[in-house]
């Protein structure tokens, strides 16, 4: 066993918001001597098979994978997937209804404002975002382009907040949900960056932690660009006490987030390639269990 064998278990393409395809993400990382990749695009798998196809041709372990934005404490919470090819098509099925189901929710919004008077396009919107998922955000800058509002807070506390003239819900899914629906496709549920995790009050990250392992949840990502070696630790305390499995990742978003590399973070991020070979071994065990 090579003992400096690495990998990047989490990285962005043009399928969501990085820069590079799929394929030239694998090319990267074969460049870059990484012995495995997984392309975890913002909710969507529709990368993962041209991924996997590069990967066998160019020699690196390509693991599916998918980042999914769920709400937790009123604030957006990312969780991951690996290792879920069987169940991929219903998995991508729900992905596709939740972003449709914030799609459907801008339609709404910008109808209403142009009922109220306030001349704004889904095409302005949608410009404002860039190709990234189409949110509210994009459209307060919108209305404060026009001068609909004076600041951004206005546009919420008017139009877009809970219970103000233009809002409307949406689907959401829970972190609860998405491990289920990772695990429900065969796949290894592992909770994104925990620095980042939003706690209701009162609550701390080993009491979110111990009830998503009751929903299923099998791993937590220690290593990222992000972390401190300190909170690293921490976090593989976390995992270890839970019997988790200890993933890691950059976050290589391409040229978007120029000072994020593939593999090595900001510089200092290594990832045992330990970690890839761990979410293959969960999957499998997953597999045995279906008998
Ligand atoms: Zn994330
Ligand atoms: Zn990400």
Request: charged share 25%; aromatic share 6%; proline share 2%.
């Amino acid at each position: 066993m090579n003992q400096l064998a690495r990998c990047d278990l989490h990285c962005h393409s043009t399928e969501s918001d990085g820069t590079l395809t799929p394929r030239q993400l694998v090319e990267l990382a074969r460049d870059l001597n990484l012995r495995s990749l997984s392309l975890t695009d913002h909710d969507t798998i529709a990368g993962v098979e041209e991924a996997k196809k590069a990967g066998e041709e160019l020699g690196v372990r390509v693991l599916s994978g998918v980042e999914i934005s769920v709400e937790y404490a009123g604030k957006t919470v990312h969780m991951l997937g690996y290792c879920f090819d069987a169940g991929a098509a219903k998995l991508q099925e729900e992905l596709e209804r939740l972003v449709r189901g914030r799609n459907e929710r801008n339609v709404k919004i910008v109808q209403r404002l142009n009922e109220l008077g306030l001349a704004v396009t889904l095409e302005e919107v949608e410009a404002e975002a860039g190709g990234k998922v189409v949110g509210r955000p994009h459209i307060a800058r919108v209305l404060l382009r026009h001068g609909y509002v004076q600041t951004w807070e206005e546009a919420f506390d008017k139009y877009l907040a809970r219970g103000a003239a233009a809002y409307f819900e949406r689907l959401r899914f829970t972190p609860h949900d998405a491990v289920a629906l990772i695990r429900e496709a065969g796949g290894v549920a592992v909770l994104a960056h925990p620095k980042y995790v939003a706690l209701h009050e009162g609550e701390t990250l080993d009491d979110i932690v111990q009830s998503l392992v009751q929903a299923g949840l099998e791993g937590i990502e220690c290593y990222y660009t992000e972390h401190t070696p300190e909170e690293t630790a921490q976090y593989i305390e976390l995992a270890k006490r839970y019997n988790l499995v200890i993933t890691g990742g950059s976050d290589f978003h391409g040229d978007v987030k120029p000072e994020i590399s593939l593999g090595s973070g900001t510089g200092a991020l290594f990832i045992p390639d330990e970690c890839a070979d761990a979410l293959v071994e969960r999957a499998r065990r997953h597999e045995s269990k279906c008998g």
